[in-house]
């Protein structure tokens, strides 16, 4: 079988639409089961293995795998094999350009062996409350990932084996294959450009030098994170592959929703309902803020609904910097819905007395409509 055969997704046995992360473990499934190691003497298993390692290279790689689902295998073949002595066929246009031109479009290192590459950053998606937010906290989080194989101690070799030349390559990591009159050099597929293979692969991780498990990470929540804000740490994204360095672990914070208080930046905002003598009369109102402190709020008489007032220094803390930003008090005025006969009574009162100036922008109003009517 071999990997222009069948449909990739069909190999490895996931939907077009399956994300980088069912594509692996489905990936890892397949070579699990296929395996050389696992079946020992079976061409068949063994093109199956190598068919679904062909495809996993092509699904997990973005590029790669837009333009597999636009052209098919044809986006990989660059009309480059067959007509020649030994045709050879290429990842990407990046090859060709490595193989003629150097490492100034290839980015290779001028036909030597090729370096293992590190390991894949992560992602964590972490939700924390305002309060976390505000005084910062410590955390742990669990977390799978590739890590180092502690059989093989990230060399893929079973203990007490090692490695030796690949003779497909003779140790140079690089093939060659006549292409009419050009020479063309490509990545060995027996070492995969390495230039060695292992003499046995590691019983525990099949010769990955890494294992999927769980790890348990403490996380530090600096006071004043917001939405989006990431933190990184290093060294603990997935296992290089064959002993190669580790990528990072990228944590991004998420504030839950708060009953009482919305956030912009630094500043807080808060909805607070008044009665109308309050907005009246004027009066001084308290504020608990998410410090644990009780703050005093002015409010002048004859304050308007819908005005804003600030408390400078009471809202969040700057991230990873000195101070904090403004706490913003917005006044609602109440309408009193239940109303005893004596209150009714007064404000019965209150209306007689009334003369139209304690009101302006409402008669205002109602003058500017007439004016505008003609009456």
Do not use: W
């Not at 479009?105 to 309060?131: C, H, I, K, N, P």
């Amino acid at each position: 079988m071999s990997a222009t055969e069948v449909d990739f997704y069909e190999l490895l046995g996931v939907s077009r639409n399956a994300d980088g992360a069912t594509v692996k473990s489905a990936y890892r499934k397949m070579a699990m089961k296929y395996h050389p190691d696992r079946n020992p003497g079976d061409a068949e298993a063994e093109a199956r293995f190598k068919a679904c390692s062909a495809a996993y290279e092509v699904l997990k790689d973005p590029q790669k795998r837009a333009a597999y689902d636009r052209y098919g295998h044809e986006a990989f073949q660059q009309g480059m094999s067959g007509g020649g002595q030994g045709g050879a066929e290429f990842s990407d246009l990046g090859d060709i350009f490595e193989t003629i031109f150097g490492s100034a479009f290839g980015g290779g290192g001028g036909g030597g062996r090729t370096r293992a590459r590190r390991g894949a950053d992560l992602r964590y998606d972490m939700q924390v409350s305002l309060e976390d937010a505000f005084h910062g906290k410590s955390s742990q989080i669990t977390v799978e990932v590739a890590a180092t194989c502690d059989t093989c101690e990230g060399s893929g070799a079973e203990p007490g084996t090692g490695r030796r030349r690949c003779e497909l390559c003779h140790g140079h990591g690089k093939v060659r294959a006549q292409q009419g009159l050009f020479v063309i050099e490509r990545p060995c597929p027996t070492c995969s450009g390495r230039g060695e293979v292992l003499e046995k692969a590691c019983s525990d991780c099949r010769g990955e030098g890494r294992i999927d498990r769980e790890q348990v990470l403490d996380v530090e929540i600096p006071p004043g994170v917001d939405n989006g804000t990431r933190i990184r740490l290093s060294g603990k994204g997935e296992a290089g592959p064959m002993g190669a360095p580790p990528g990072d672990l990228y944590i991004f914070v998420h504030i839950k929703e708060h009953r009482v208080f919305e956030r912009e930046g630094t500043a807080l905002f808060t909805r607070v309902p008044v009665s109308f003598t309050v907005a009246a009369l004027g009066d001084t109102i308290e504020i608990p803020g998410l410090d644990g402190e009780t703050h005093a709020i002015d409010i002048p008489a004859g304050i308007q609904s819908g005005k804003q007032l600030r408390k400078r220094g009471a809202g969040m803390p700057v991230l990873q910097g000195r101070g904090r930003g403004d706490l913003v008090v917005e006044l609602v005025v109440e309408t009193p819905t239940r109303l005893s006969s004596r209150q009714k009574e007064i404000l019965r009162e209150f209306r007689e007395t009334e003369t139209g100036d304690e009101c302006p922008e409402s008669r205002g109003f109602f003058n500017k409509l007439k004016d505008a009517l003609g009456s």
